[in-house]
């Protein structure tokens, strides 16, 4: 026999519109998240294509950076210049960061 169980409980700040809505977060996430899944926006970068401010580069296609900074990175401005296969996302507080060959998109903060 299936048995639901109780909502579960939450610090103060979050307040529920109905004793479902924990299963609504819960299937389409959190509005906090919407920014990691691009809702916030962003830009398609092509070779020479620069972006600032930026909370997640995508690599649609094999990508060299010129620039890469990002506060929250140590050594990030080592990632420019090395290939970056097509696939591969990276994620931080990235202030700079310029495409020197290959297709990305920079989603925003």
């Known amino acids: ?10 610090s103060v700040d979050r307040v529920y519109s109905s004793p ?3 299963l609504v977060n819960k299937i389409m996430g959190n509005p906090a ?4 899944q691009g809702q916030g926006g962003g830009v398609v970068l092509n070779g020479g ?9 995508q690599c649609l296609t094999n990508c060299v950076f010129t620039t890469f900074t990002a506060s929250n990175l140590t050594n990030s401005s080592d990632i420019a210049t090395i290939t970056i296969p097509a696939g591969v996302g990276i994620g931080g507080k990235i202030e700079t960061v310029t495409l020197t060959s290959g297709l990305a998109i920079a989603y925003s903060k």
Do not use: K, L
């Open 33 to 36: 998240d919407y920014n990691m």
């Open 1 to 10: 026999m299936f048995e639901v169980s109780d909502p579960p409980t939450y």
């Open 20 to 22: 479902n809505q924990h």
């Open 49 to 57: 294509d620069t972006a600032t401010n930026v909370r997640w580069v």
